[in-house]
């Protein structure tokens, strides 16, 4: 008598594994957006009575003149045109030490990178300095006049670095 031929069961394969990607030690384009916003917050906090205590008396004299009917002596439009200069350049100061002194500091990051753990470090992971933490901050101009774009590199660098970094040579680190 001829015996069957036995059918086995299909074998299955175990599902693959799915390995979680391993997560970018670099601060990237988001996290950094969201940091700028912070920082952005705390500048203006900051620089909101000053603009006040520079302003005021100027709109006040806007007012006077507004009431007058009359019109805007020279005299008057340069004491306007330097009391918005020098609160434009008060703030382009205390914007650029804000960022240098805080980047170069033991926290090496501003309070918005502070609060979401990121640094600063040089290409070797260590502090910048002073002038690396300046160089920084003026390259960041460039970012702006080139309609941040330098800014959205960030985004698309394999160790998440903007233009301003590049130039510098630091990276943005998670830790």
């Known amino acids: 008598m001829v015996q069957p031929a036995q059918v086995s069961a299909p074998v ?41 205590i520079l302003a005021l008396p100027t709109i006040s004299k806007i007012a006077h003149e507004a009431e007058q009917n009359q019109e805007p002596s020279p005299e008057f439009v340069f004491s306007v045109l330097g009391a918005l200069s020098t609160f434009i350049v008060l703030v382009f100061i205390g914007y650029w030490l804000y960022e240098a002194l805080l980047t170069s500091s033991a926290w090496q990051g501003t309070v918005g990178k502070r609060i979401l753990r990121l640094k600063v470090t040089d290409e070797a992971g260590n502090r910048i300095g002073f002038g690396r933490a300046t160089s920084r901050f003026f390259a960041k101009l460039l970012s702006y006049l080139i309609f941040y774009i330098g800014f959205i590199m960030a985004a698309f660098t394999d160790r998440k670095r903007a233009l301003h970094d590049m130039i510098a040579g630091t990276l943005v680190m998670k830790y």
């Open 12 to 52: 299955y394969a175990p599902p693959a594994v799915y390995v979680a990607a391993t997560p970018s030690p670099y601060g990237g384009f988001w996290i950094r957006l969201l940091a700028y916003i912070i920082d952005r917050i705390v500048l203006s906090v900051v620089a909101t009575p000053f603009f006040f």
